[in-house]
């Protein structure tokens, strides 16, 4: 059964999580789906790409399957973890992807929404970046789509409460782009990635890949990398990191003794 429904109409992809069951949890099945549709909208030259969960949806995503995340030392956040795939592949796809929310926004759901590069919600959309209430030692390249997309104080508000924050609030901060109510949503979006479609697709190809390699120039030494990578690896070895993944699972509250 396939975990997303997809469909191409004048030149505009729309990929819809299907995976209600598991609140549209990004399990690897689903990213890759997911990534082989990206292929197949390339293949047909899409201009625009829309990223939805079902018209009237309540959860948008509850971001990492967490039952994916590795225990036992290993990273949760590698380069091959599927979150960080789907990252890399909404970014490097050649033409705009907008995210058309409704419901709430979980976790690496959260960051996967602000790597699209624009974000049309409804009014009762929430977001909540969760992983300080998780335990996960997030990765510097999803820190790095948090900061890319909003101001270092929200994006620590976000990150360190993890509690959700409401579209007014972040279309305030100029992180989403409009807040729709959710009858009009599905044609004022379609109206902007009209828009967009009438315009060079080469232009805006090579616009958003150079937007992309602006915002991801940072020099790193590679003793700064190798802190970086110390620093995650205290984490995802400690015992508040089994804790918080167990306690998610057995649907309690973790108690973090912070070692
Ligand atoms: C696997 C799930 C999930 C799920 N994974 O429905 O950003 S980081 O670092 O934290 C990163 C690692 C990350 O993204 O971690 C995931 C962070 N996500 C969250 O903290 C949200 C966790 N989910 C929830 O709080 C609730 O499920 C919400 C509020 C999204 C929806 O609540 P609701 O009552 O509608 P249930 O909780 O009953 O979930 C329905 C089924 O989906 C599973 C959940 O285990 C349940 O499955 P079972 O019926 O088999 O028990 N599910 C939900 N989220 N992230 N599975």
Same mark, same amino acid.
Not at 98 to 107: K, P, T
Not at 202 to 222: C, D, F, N, T, Y
Not at 229 to 246: C, F, H, K, P, T
């Given at each position: 059964?396939?975990?997303? &429904? =997809?469909?191409? !109409?004048?030149?505009?992809?729309?990929? /819809?999580?299907?995976?209600?069951?598991?609140? #549209?949890?990004? !399990?690897?099945?689903?990213?890759?789906?997911?990534?082989?549709?990206?292929?197949?909208?390339? =293949?047909?030259?899409?201009? @625009?790409?829309? &990223?939805?969960?079902?018209?009237?949806?309540?959860? $948008? !995503?509850?971001?990492?399957?967490?039952?994916?995340?590795?225990?036992?030392?290993?990273?949760?956040?590698? $380069?091959?973890?599927?979150?960080?795939?789907?990252?890399?592949? @909404?970014?490097?796809?050649?033409?705009? *992807?907008?995210?058309?929310?409704?419901?709430?926004?979980?976790?690496? +759901?959260?960051?996967?929404?602000?790597?699209?590069?624009?974000?049309?919600?409804?009014?009762?959309?929430?977001?909540?970046?969760?992983? +300080?209430? &998780?335990?996960?030692?997030?990765?510097?390249?999803?820190? &790095?789509? %948090?900061?890319?997309? +909003?101001?270092?104080?929200?994006?620590?508000?976000?990150?360190?409460?993890?509690?959700?924050?409401?579209?007014?609030?972040?279309?305030?901060?100029?992180?989403?782009?409009?807040?729709?109510?959710?009858?009009?949503?599905?044609? %004022?979006?379609?109206?902007? =990635?009209? /828009?967009?479609?009438? #315009? !060079?697709?080469?232009?805006?190809?090579?616009?958003?890949?150079?937007?992309?390699?602006?915002?991801?120039?940072?020099?790193?030494?590679? +003793?700064? %990398?190798?802190?970086?990578?110390?620093?995650?690896? @205290? @984490?995802? #070895?400690?015992?508040?990191?089994?804790?918080?993944?167990?306690?998610?699972?057995?649907?309690? /509250?973790? *108690?973090?003794?912070?070692?």
């Amino acid at each position: 059964m396939s975990l997303i &429904l =997809a469909e191409i !109409s004048d030149g505009i992809g729309t990929i /819809t999580l299907n995976y209600e069951i598991k609140r #549209n949890a990004l !399990s690897e099945q689903l990213v890759l789906e997911i990534a082989a549709t990206f292929e197949k909208f390339k =293949a047909e030259r899409v201009r @625009v790409a829309i &990223l939805r969960a079902r018209p009237g949806a309540k959860v $948008w !995503s509850a971001g990492h399957n967490v039952a994916e995340l590795p225990l036992g030392g290993l990273d949760p956040l590698g $380069w091959q973890d599927p979150l960080r795939m789907l990252i890399r592949d @909404v970014e490097a796809f050649p033409a705009p *992807v907008i995210a058309l929310i409704e419901g709430g926004v979980w976790g690496g +759901a959260c960051e996967l929404v602000f790597a699209c590069d624009m974000i049309v919600a409804t009014p009762e959309a929430t977001f909540a970046a969760t992983p +300080a209430k &998780l335990g996960v030692p997030y990765n510097a390249t999803g820190l &790095l789509t %948090f900061l890319n997309a +909003a101001p270092p104080h929200i994006a620590k508000e976000l990150l360190f409460t993890s509690r959700p924050m409401t579209a007014a609030r972040l279309e305030r901060q100029g992180i989403i782009n409009h807040v729709v109510p959710a009858a009009e949503i599905t044609d %004022f979006t379609h109206e902007m =990635a009209q /828009t967009i479609a009438h #315009n !060079s697709p080469l232009a805006i190809g090579v616009m958003k890949e150079q937007l992309r390699i602006l915002a991801a120039a940072h020099a790193l030494s590679p +003793a700064d %990398f190798e802190r970086i990578q110390g620093l995650r690896r @205290v @984490v995802y #070895n400690s015992r508040d990191y089994a804790e918080g993944i167990n306690a998610f699972k057995e649907k309690r /509250t973790p *108690v973090y003794l912070g070692e």
